[in-house]
């Protein structure tokens, strides 16, 4: 835990955690002994002597003083740690994470760094003041005092250094079951999850065809399953749990014991023997309690792990400066091998794209057509260097995008894919996100091309309307449509378009093909295409199937070649003269 | 900190004044706590036999130190010591440790299984109350929050039901029976053991006082992070390609920045205070306190020496209990908050059942004069009346957004109307039983539920007993019959798992299954969003199949597609403007035909 803070603060905050740490640990100690001087004042009230008692409850006084004293020294060092930790690590990984390749974002990125960015942090941030004080006075203490029995009584001394193993290696089984039990539980409880999941998810077909009535077996038997494990958990933790404590009080019995009987020889004197007692009766609760810190030392060890695998993540490499551009508009794509990275590092995943070659001239429209998971969209993304190639070379504008910087590449291309995001800003904003020294008439002249025109005549506050997360929210359409506006404003030399979803409605399609039309004038697209139209209109069409490239070339060329191209344009034509009717055999 | 919610949400999450932050956060921690007295109600007898199991178990805490008090008495006594008397000393030390081990651990034993028990019956009740909710439920939630309820939030209770009960009352026990035991001694020791107390008692109060205000800074603090992150990480593609990065990167940096100064400043002086109030019960202080009275009252004659030892024992246990006590409310609020979510949960209306329920007795499908509000203030559908000829196609047209889906999902009674009503063979579908209704209605939507079983069985879900030659019938006739045998266990194969389909092929999966099914109306929507060709043609064709010969009702989003219907139906703005065979319309020059005409500009 301790290298994992003082790798996560890096080289200039570690003395800090240090200072923290010998601060800790002198608390810790001045404790002990301030505490062991119950022994030499016990030692003379029960022999009589107040006097003396009196004498020694002085060096207590002052004992107290200084522990108190170092207390609050450690206190105010463990805040600043804490807000060390806190800055450095929100500021460390925003570092991280903006340097890192957009392919790495997902669905689940947001809410995994949210949640890191507050609670992970937080708790990380607070480990010193709830963990390591704690951890390091439950320890230390009852150690100094154990060193201080062997200064009055060696024997009482060496009984209790003798069990000092006995309760550490309790504390260790115990801490070793409650981590087995959390295995056991963790996999029924994703299973039992994903079961609720799929139940709730699939309610419309479940129900309809009587499985809730009767329950739905497969839920039935994970819940069952993941109670059964809790079961089999509970006869480990509770044992666990208890081990620590059942250890130190055995301890404790032994050493009233030994005291007892070697007291009855008269090996000991009875007095010092009821003190020392009364100063272990005092540290055997504590001791106990360390063994349940085992579950806190957990959960900040699991918010460590996450904050240090996002920070492990390798970010893009980056030159310095951009390579200029030798081609502007051209995209050449050189034997391309790449697969997706394995989830978790089981090794690359299975080859996507292989061997896959392809140039786009300067102001051409390329299609990109091919069945889906054929690789279309993995190349798209390949371009824009959300991933690197496994093998070969992408270049962009006649330079490997390796030898670019991010936004040296970006400045030549512009993205219209699926997932549209809006900031929490006015309509008008998100357009000029494209570019933001944009003049009113070019941002109104991009609008009414994407038909987002048409979008702010049903809005209240027209333009100003504010969109995005927080605002009016906008369909899959319109919003597909703001990113149009968005490429066209911004006037790249080269547009990525993914058509699917864009065609979606008749509307939206109207709109769709007006923006294309704009865009070829004056840049180069490639296009996963999806209308017969825009591949027919094509410059060059590349047949993707599997991950290779089949064939290339325009409508005509490929119509005579009568293979994958001309089956895909059969079937298209077919589909799209298709008809529902009842009587349709 | 309850930061577990939607991070979108949180961050939405605008500044209120303080104070009403405040009260509304006090009625709502009232509402939480009677959900979660309710909800622990099952267990409460068995927590009550765990709480006087740990009344043994934590009263015995104070035996030892009793028992050392004996045996120094027995040691200083004048004359040798008797070992009977020292080793009954022993003896009832080392039996006040076991009998605090043992009931102690017993006490745990009984919550933690009271807790397995617990979460088992909540999690079936949670999942039984869903499979009688209206289906809209399920849209206007979620799938996320109904397992976070039957999840996360069923396991944040363990801290309350397995330890808080057992631990509080061994925090209360150990100090009551501590200082019962000191009064029986002499009162003033019994005084003088908690005397700190007050102390710390003070300035936690001092502390608390300031907290509320306090906590809900930091919680806007930490919803600004939250709201910096979300901006930062959602928009970084967008960022990145326009080149905004250094920009949305600042302003996270800046948000982190503020965060950690204002956390200073609030922080920093509870924890100043914290420090001092958690000096005055030190063990050191403790004990200082009680040598020095102790002293003081054997000079006076008051109490002999043996028993300031007892007392400075007992005094020093008194304080560990705090910080059990402390965890407490801290634990007590989290779980709190989540069976306030699963009370939720639990108290979804469920969808109402006839109590008589009534048979159609044909399949013609009638909408009479349908109004329809999700919120209860924006009427989506407004009057609509529609009737589904047997055997015909109808086809519900119109811009994104005029209720196309709603309609059809009134249909299918994901929904209940709010107006007017929905009658099949003149029954309205709410005096039909669900299974009923299905046996009638099956339909194929865009959003292709497939479950985690064998594509066998996802097949024949709607027929358990469909021989093996009907459910390959159905997929043959769903084209979907060769890529299933092409599986590594052909039909045995688990979706999701051997048989990883593309959209397609998922959806004509579900086409094999309505097909299967076959109920005679069956609600469509004329999926496009697959970017597959060849797969399209072929959900075409399985589609083709599909609708011989049944009452139709679909979603048309291309078209040309329903060109030949028997029925089109123009929905704008929640109300049916149009309706007509696709001549008729073309020849009103409405709505219909200007799209009709948008289209034929789009498709070259």
């Known amino acids: 835990m301790i290298r994992d803070l003082s790798a996560v603060l890096g080289s200039a905050h570690r003395a800090v955690l240090f200072r923290y740490l010998a601060a800790l640990c002198g608390y810790a100690v001045a404790q002990g002994l301030a505490v062991s001087l119950l022994v030499p004042v016990l030692g003379d009230l029960l022999g009589g002597d107040t006097g003396g008692a009196a004498r020694w409850t002085g060096w207590l006084a002052v004992a107290v003083l200084i522990t108190l004293g170092a207390h609050y020294v450690q206190a105010m060092l463990g805040f600043r740690v804490a807000l060390v930790i806190l800055t450095t690590l929100h500021h460390r990984l925003g570092d991280h994470v903006a340097a890192l390749p957009l392919g790495w974002f997902d669905g689940t990125t947001v809410g995994r760094l949210t949640r890191m960015g507050t609670k992970s942090v937080l708790s990380i941030a607070g480990s010193c003041a709830h963990l390591l004080q704690p951890l390091v006075t439950g320890v230390l203490t009852p150690a100094t005092v154990v060193v201080v029995m062997v200064f009055l009584d060696w024997r009482l001394g060496l009984a209790a250094v003798v069990c000092s193993p006995l309760i550490l290696l309790a504390a260790r089984v115990s801490v070793r079951l409650l981590n087995r039990m959390d295995e056991i539980d963790d996999a029924a409880g994703v299973e039992a999850s994903g079961r609720v999941l799929e139940f709730a998810r699939n309610q419309p077909v479940l129900r309809a065809f009587g499985r809730t009535t009767d329950g739905y077996p497969p839920l039935e038997a994970a819940l069952k399953e993941q109670r059964a494990a809790a079961r089999k958990q509970v006869w480990m933790a509770v044992p666990g749990m208890l081990l620590g404590g059942f250890a130190v009080q055995m301890c404790f019995s032994a050493l009233i014991g030994v005291g007892a009987s070697l007291a009855l020889d008269g090996a000991v004197d009875p007095v010092e023997l009821v003190a020392l007692l009364a100063l272990v009766a005092r540290f055997a609760g504590p001791l106990a309690e360390v063994g349940e810190f085992a579950a806190v030392v957990r959960m900040a060890r699991n918010d460590m792990g996450r904050v240090r695998a996002v920070l492990d993540e390798p970010p893009l490499p980056e030159p310095e400066r951009s390579t200029p551009v030798t081609e502007p508009g051209a995209v050449e794509v050189d034997r391309v091998r790449f697969g997706y990275p394995g989830r978790r590092g089981e090794g690359p995943g299975d080859v996507v794209l292989d061997d896959v070659s392809f140039t786009v001239a300067p102001r051409t429209v390329t299609a990109l057509v091919g069945a889906s998971g054929s690789g279309k969209t993995t190349l798209t993304r390949l371009i824009a260097r959300f991933f690197d190639v496994d093998a070969g070379t992408v270049r962009v504008g006649g330079v490997d995008v390796r030898d670019q910087t991010t936004a040296g590449l970006m400045e030549q291309l512009s993205l219209v894919f699926q997932d549209v995001y809006l900031f929490d800003d006015t309509l008008v904003g998100n357009i000029r996100v494209g570019r933001p020294d944009a003049s009113e008439a070019d941002v109104l002249e991009a609008a009414r091309l994407a038909g987002v025109d048409e979008i702010v005549e049903r809005l209240r506050d027209g333009w100003e309307t504010r969109v995005g997360e927080a605002g009016t929210s906008l369909s899959g359409g319109e919003r597909q449509r703001v990113s149009i506006a968005r490429a066209l404003l911004k006037d790249a030399p080269i547009v990525l378009l993914d058509e699917a979803t864009a065609a979606l409605d008749p509307e939206n399609e109207a709109y769709v093909q007006r923006s294309m039309e704009a865009l070829r004038e004056r840049s180069t697209l490639l296009v996963i295409a999806h209308r017969l139209s825009t591949v027919t209109a094509a410059d060059q069409i590349v047949v993707l199937d599997e991950g290779r490239v089949t064939e290339v070339g325009t409508h005509q060329e490929l119509m005579v070649l009568d293979g994958r191209y001309a089956r895909f344009w059969n079937e298209r034509h077919r589909a799209l003269g298709w008809r529902i009717a009842v009587d349709t055999s | ?604």
């Open chain 2, 1 to 604: 900190m309850e930061q577990d919610e939607d991070p979108r949400q949180a961050a939405r999450q605008p500044d209120q004044d303080p104070k009403a932050q405040a009260r509304a956060a006090k009625t709502q921690a009232r509402a939480a706590r009677a959900a979660l007295a309710s909800m622990l109600a099952p267990v409460r007898r068995r927590t009550r036999v765990a709480m006087a199991l740990q009344i043994i178990g934590a009263a015995a805490t104070i035996v030892p130190y009793v028992a050392i008090a004996e045996l120094a008495k027995v040691l200083l006594a004048p004359g040798p010591a008797d070992p009977g008397e020292v080793r009954g000393a022993v003896l009832i030390a080392v039996l006040g440790l076991s009998v605090r081990a043992l009931f102690g651990g017993v006490a745990l034993a009984v919550t933690h299984f009271a807790d397995v028990a617990l979460q088992a019956s909540l999690r079936r009740r949670i999942v039984a109350r869903l499979g009688r909710a209206p289906l809209g439920w399920f849209t206007a939630n979620s799938s996320a929050t109904v397992r976070k309820a039957a999840q996360n939030d069923v396991h944040d209770l363990h801290y309350l039901v397995a330890h808080s009960a057992v631990e509080t009352t061994a925090a209360v026990t150990v100090p009551v029976a501590g200082l019962g035991y000191l009064f029986w001694l002499d009162w003033r020791l019994a005084l003088l053991a908690p005397a700190t107390l007050p102390l710390y008692a003070g300035a936690y109060a001092y502390m608390m006082k300031d907290f509320g205000p306090q906590m809900g800074r930091l919680n806007a603090g930490i919803a600004a992070i939250n709201k910096a992150i979300v901006e930062f990480v959602t928009g970084i593609g967008v960022v990145k390609t326009f080149g905004r990065a250094g920009r949305a990167h600042a302003g996270y940096r800046e948000a982190a920045t503020r965060f950690g100064d204002h956390y200073r400043c609030w922080v920093r002086p509870m924890l100043k205070l914290e420090a001092f109030a958690s000096m005055t019960v030190s063990a050191p202080v403790v004990l200082l306190v009680n040598l020095a009275g102790g002293i003081w009252f054997v000079r006076a004659g008051w109490v002999s020496p043996v028993d300031v030892l007892t007392a400075s024992m007992v005094a020093m246990v008194i304080p560990s209990v705090l910080v059990t006590l402390g965890f407490g409310p801290q634990a007590r609020r989290e779980a709190s908050a989540a069976a306030e979510r699963i009370a939720a949960v639990l108290e979804t209306p469920v969808l109402p059942e006839s109590c008589r329920p009534k048979v159609p007795d044909s399949h013609e499908v009638e909408l009479h004069d349908v109004s329809f509000s999700y919120d209860g203030t924006v009427d989506v559908l407004d009057g609509v009346s529609l009737r589904l000829v047997p055997g015909t196609v109808t086809a519900l047209v119109g811009p994104s957004g005029s209720g196309k889906s709603t309609l059809a999902s009134l249909v299918t009674r994901f929904h209940d109307v709010t107006g007017g009503r929905i009658t099949i063979g003149g029954v309205d579908v709410r005096e039909i039983a669900t299974e009923q209704l299905y046996r009638h209605i099956g339909f194929v939507l865009q959003d292709v539920q497939l479950l985690r079983t064998s594509v066998r069985d996802n097949i024949r879900l709607a027929r358990p007993g469909a021989s093996e030659e009907e459910v390959r019938e159905a997929a043959r006739a769903a084209q979907i019959d060769r890529r299933i045998e092409a599986l590594p266990r052909g039909y045995d194969s688990v979706v999701g798992e051997e048989a990883v389909l593309s959209g397609g092929e998922a959806q004509r999966v579900s086409i094999a299954r309505a097909l299967l099914a076959d109920a005679p109306v069956l609600v469509l929507d004329e999926a496009t969003a697959f970017t597959d060709p060849e797969s399209e043609a072929a959900i075409q064709d399985a589609i083709a199949r599909l609708v011989r010969g049944r009452t139709v009702l679909v979603i048309a989003h291309r078209l040309p597609t329903i060109v030949e219907a028997d029925q089109i139906a123009v929905l704008r703005e929640g109300r049916i403007v149009e309706r007509g065979r696709h001549p008729e319309l073309l020849a009103a020059d409405g709505l219909y035909a200007r799209m009709w005409a948008t289209h034929e500009r789009a498709v070259v």
